[in-house]
T-cell receptor, first 109, second 115 residues
Framework: LAKTTQPISMDSYEGQEVNITCSHN???????ITWYQQFPSQGPRFIIQ???TKVTNEVASLFIPADRKSSTLSLPRVSLSDTAVYYC??????????FGTGTRLQVFP | DTGVSQDPRHKITKRGQNVTFRCDPI?????LYWYRQTLGQGPEFLTYFQNEAQLEKSRLLSDRFSAERPKGSFSTLEIQRTEQGDSAMYLC?????????????FGPGTRLTVL
């Protein structure tokens, strides 16, 4: 299973764009890249998933370079409610999820 | 609210007691997963079901743990002879399990405290 490396924590201010980069050097051909968000005392929530290039939805964008060895989750104009832990996961998308320790994002007013 | 419910939300028990948790997935989802999460860590996979069949169990799932999904709907996770190390948040998730998409929807979790 591909292992992921992401920053332990990040700080930002309201209204700023936040980019969280995840490294996954051993990603396999069949692996997808998925990001989940988790608030305290809640289960994780799916944010976005991609295989290559760029994916955008109403919440975030996911940038994946051609070699797929890393990916960047971009959160536009964050608010206080975006304070959470963000997990980068790599694997076959029908399989169990393998979480790391995630990136703890703190948004300040 | 994701549509996945778990009961109870909190459980305090004494070491050596048995506990059982219930998960009700989104009704049309055929895959159901159990995870365990301790403070400061990401969730760890325990086991999953495709309909009523238990397809995979983690090494974390010792003999004291058993999970069932008798009719392919709700699932139960039982821990026998609880230990203090079992204290954690137990999360349930469900998904459609389609080949090209597998967003997992998580419940709110059951927080277990073993005294």
């Amino acid at each position: 299973l591909a292992k992921t490396t992401q920053p332990i924590s990040m700080d930002s201010y309201e209204g700023q764009e936040v980019n969280i980069t995840c490294s996954h050097n051993n990603i396999a051909t069949n692996d997808y890249i998925t990001w989940y968000q988790q608030f305290p005392s809640q289960g994780p929530r799916f944010i976005i998933q991609g295989y290559k290039t760029k994916v955008t939805n109403e919440v975030a964008s996911l940038f994946i370079p051609a070699d797929r060895k890393s990916s960047t989750l971009s959160l536009p104009r964050v608010s206080l409610s975006d304070t959470a832990v963000y997990y980068c996961l790599v694997g076959v998308h029908t399989d169990k999820l393998i979480f790391g320790t995630g990136t703890r994002l703190q948004v300040f007013p | 609210d994701t549509g996945v419910s778990q009961d109870p939300r909190h459980k305090i028990t004494k070491r050596g007691q048995n506990v059982t948790f219930r998960c009700d997935p989104i009704s049309e989802h055929n895959r159901l997963y159990w995870y365990r999460q301790t403070l400061g860590q990401g969730p760890e996979f325990l086991t999953y079901f495709q309909n009523e069949a238990q397809l995979e169990k983690s090494r974390l799932l010792s003999d004291r743990f058993s999970a069932e999904r008798p009719k392919g709907s709700f699932s139960t996770l039982e821990i026998q002879r609880t230990e203090q190390g079992d204290s954690a948040m137990y999360l349930c998730a469900s998904s459609l399990g389609r080949d090209n998409y597998n967003e997992q929807f998580f419940g709110p979790g059951t927080r277990l405290t073993v005294l």
